[in-house]
């Protein structure tokens, strides 16, 4: 059963233009929600915490935004940069469950 | 990430050998976990604590066990390793609904 989806799976965009990354769940519990960064072959590095009581966050040039009526996260990245290029895992916490979206692979030319 | 530590970062193993992961962390937290990592299926739960003396079962225990004998450390156990077990290991703690992530091992079982 896939609780957490992203879309899309992949983005390859030049650089300077916006991202837009989505990630939608299947039910509407209380829970919070994390984007983590992950580079190849690297560990997971988190990015923006959403709790459960906020709408969204905002880092630099990211901003995540959280609507739990329609059961759905965007993270967007402004201005994109070669060094963004990683997969980006939106991840939904329940008490003390994990539920993981498979990533979306970003690519930005330079 | 600081305050999760892996302990290997890299090991082969022959099919058959045993060995122990290692995670540890200073942050106190009661929930820790182990996930594997393998290329097109996310990140798949494999056990986990929500304190000291205490796991469970994740979504694909099998093959594996676990300790949490002090609270600081989360031991992931290979008895008789297999080659479908090659995969990246990662672990995890959470505090409140934020998770912490350590930088991975890499296991190659041959």
């Known amino acids: 059963k896939q609780e957490v989806t992203q879309i899309p799976a992949a983005l390859s965009v030049p650089e300077g233009e916006n991202l837009v990354l989505n990630c939608s769940f299947t039910d509407s519990a209380i829970y919070n929600l994390q984007w983590f960064r992950q580079d190849p072959g690297k560990g997971l590095t988190s990015l923006l915490l959403?709790?459960?009581?906020?709408r969204e966050q905002t880092s630099g040039r990211l901003n995540a935004s959280l609507d739990k009526s329609s059961g759905r996260s965007t993270l967007y990245i402004a201005a994109s940069q070669p060094g963004d290029s990683a997969t980006y895992l939106c991840v939904r916490s329940n008490d003390y469950k994990l539920s993981f979206g498979a990533g979306t692979t970003v690519t930005v030319r330079a | 990430n600081a305050g999760v530590t892996q302990t290997p970062k890299f090991r082969v193993l022959k099919t058959g050998q045993s060995m122990t992961l290692l995670c540890a962390q200073d942050?106190?937290?009661?929930?820790m976990y182990w996930y594997r990592q393998d290329p097109g299926m996310g990140l798949r739960l494999i056990h986990y604590?929500?304190?000291?003396?205490?796991?469970a079962k994740g979504e694909v225990p099998d093959g594996y066990n676990v300790s949490r004998l002090k609270k600081q450390n989360f031991l992931l156990g290979l008895e008789s390793a297999a080659p479908s077990q090659t995969s990246v290991y990662f672990c995890?703690?959470?505090?409140?609904?934020?998770?912490?992530f350590g930088q991975g091992t890499r296991l190659t079982v041959v």
């Open positions: 604590s929500v304190g000291e003396g205490t796991t």
């Open positions: 959403i709790q459960s009581s906020q």
């Open positions: 942050m106190n937290h009661e929930y």
């Open positions: 995890a703690t959470q505090r409140g609904m934020e998770a912490f």
